[in-house]
C-alpha cells in the first residue's frame, strides 16, 4: 500500500528498531482487534485451499493466455505471472537493493527519512501509514520512491550508500576539437525495475483491455498518464505474529499493482471470504488489479483485497510497483460495459478526491470503492 506518511508530525518508531531492541510483548498500538488477527494455519490436507493462477505471458497472443487472465481477473483480482519478459537479476537486484537498505545502521536509513510535512507527497523511509492516530499501527517499515513520470524521480532522495541502488555516472568524452561533449549513464537498479514494470503493466492493461472487448490501449488511456510509486516493504520478526498484521487488509487504490517478495511468505489474498497464502514465486511477479481497474471494467474485474502477515523468525521483504493515474484524472466506466444486464455500478470519480478520502478513511477492506456504489 502506498505510504502515506502524513500523519505523524512526530516520526513514529521504527518497528525494525523494537525488533532489534527484542521487545518481549506486542506493543499496544500494535495489536489488533480479534477479528482481524490472522488465523491459524489450517492443515492444507484437511480443506481444499484455492491456488491462485498463474500465467505464462511468453504465449501472450495465444487465445488461453487470454481466457486465463480473464478468469483470473474476474475471481480472484489478483494473480502471478512468468514467462513476463523481465529478466530474473534485475528482480533479484531490486530484493537485493531492498534488503541491502534495511540492513543498515539506523543512522544511515534515518538519513532518507520521510518528510512528514510534505504528507502523502512524501518519499523516503518511514513506518505509520495513516494520519490516524488510535488506528492500529501495522507491523512493517518501508522506503518508498516516487518513479514516473520522470520529472518526479529525485534520485536524491534514494539511498547512496547501498552499492548499485543509484549510480550516476557521468563521462565526459572530449573530442579532437574539444568541442564535443557526451553524457551518459548508468541505469541504476530502481530506474531500470522502474522502467521495465511500466512496460509489464502497461502490456497486461493491454491484455485485460483486450478480454473486456474494449480497445487494447482503452485502460491505460482512461487511467491518463502513469504516476508510478515502487514501495519496498520490511516486515520484521514480531514479538506476537498472532496478535498482529504487517499490513492491513485493503485494495490499492491506483489501477495495477505489480508485486514481488522474497522466499518467506506472508502474502494473503482475500476468495470468497476465506485469506488464502500466495506462496513466493522466485521467478514470478504477482499481478494485482486495483480499485480504479474495478470502476473502469464495471465491476467485471474485482481489485483484489490483500493483507500481509509476519512471523516471529524471520524478516520479510516486499517490492510493490504502483501504476496509477495522475490526481487530475477523472475515471469512468467504459460506456462499452454497461447495458441493463450491467447497469452502472460506480459513480465516477477524480482519482485525488478518491485518493485523499482513502488517506482520510484508511482502508479496510473495500470500504472506498464502495463509497461509489451506485445504489441499483
Ligand atoms: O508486502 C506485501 O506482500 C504486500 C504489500 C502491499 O500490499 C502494498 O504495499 O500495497
Ligand atoms: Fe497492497
Redesign the pocket.
Known amino acids: 500500500?502506498?505510504p502515506a506518511a502524513a500523519a505523524a508530525a512526530v516520526a513514529p518508531p521504527r518497528v525494525q528498531a523494537l525488533a532489534d531492541a527484542g521487545v518481549p510483548l506486542l506493543p499496544p498500538q500494535y495489536v489488533q482487534p480479534p477479528d482481524l488477527r490472522p488465523l491459524p494455519p489450517t492443515d492444507p490436507s484437511s480443506v481444499s485451499v484455492p491456488v491462485l493462477p498463474v500465467v505464462d505471458l511468453s504465449a501472450a497472443g495465444a487465445a488461453g493466455v487470454g481466457d486465463a487472465v480473464a478468469r483470473a481477473c474476474a475471481e480472484w483480482g489478483a494473480f502471478h505471472v512468468v514467462g513476463h519478459g523481465v529478466r530474473r537479476g534485475l528482480l533479484d537486484a531490486m530484493r537485493g537493493a531492498g534488503r541491502a537498505f534495511f540492513g543498515s545502521p539506523m543512522e544511515e536509513k534515518l538519513r532518507f527519512a520521510c518528510d512528514p510535512a510534505r504528507g502523502a507527497a512524501a518519499e523516503g523511509y518511514g513506518s505509520r501509514m495513516l494520519a490516524n492516530d488510535d488506528s492500529v499501527l501495522d507491523w512493517r517499515d518501508y522506503f518508498d520512491h516516487h518513479t514516473l513520470p520522470e520529472s518526479r524521480r529525485n534520485p536524491n532522495h534514494w539511498p547512496d550508500f547501498v552499492p548499485g541502488y543509484r549510480v550516476i555516472l557521468r563521462a565526459y568524452v572530449k573530442g579532437l576539437m574539444e568541442c564535443c561533449c557526451i553524457i551518459a549513464s548508468i541505469l541504476d537498479t530502481v530506474v531500470e525495475y522502474s522502467n521495465s514494470m511500466k512496460d509489464l503493466a502497461q502490456k497486461l492493461l493491454r491484455i485485460i483491455s483486450g478480454t473486456l472487448n474494449v480497445p487494447p490501449t482503452y485502460i491505460e488511456e482512461a487511467v491518463g498518464e502513469v504516476y508510478q510509486n515502487i514501495?519496498v516493504?520490511y516486515?520484521s520478526p514480531c514479538p506476537q505474529p498472532d496478535l498482529a498484521l504487517?499490513?492491513q487488509s485493503?485494495s490499492?487504490m491506483g489501477a495495477i499493482?505489480l508485486?514481488i517478495?522474497d522466499d518467506v511468505g506472508?502474502?494473503e489474498v482475500l476468495k470468497d471470504g476465506m485469506w488464502i497464502p500466495v506462496p513466493p514465486l522466485p521467478d514470478g511477479i504477482l499481478v494485482i488489479l486495483a480499485d480504479q481497474t474495478e470502476i473502469i471494467s464495471n465491476g467485471r474485474y474485482k481489485s483484489a483485497v490483500?493483507r500481509?502477515i509476519v512471523n516471529a523468525d524471520r524478516a520479510r521483504l516486499?517490492v510493490?510497483t504502483f501504476y496509477d493515474p495522475p490526481r487530475s484524472q477523472k475515471i469512468c466506466t467504459a460506456p462499452q460495459l454497461v447495458c441493463k444486464e450491467y447497469p452502472q455500478k460506480y459513480r465516477d470519480v477524480i482519482y485525488g478526491d478518491y485518493v485523499s478520502s482513502w488517506y482520510s478513511k484508511g482502508p479496510e477492506g473495500k470500504r472506498n470503492i464502495d463509497a461509489l456504489l451506485i445504489e441499483q
Open positions: 500500500m502506498e514501495t516493504s516486515y504487517g499490513l485493503h490499492d499493482t508485486l517478495q506472508g502474502l490483500h500481509a516486499s510493490a
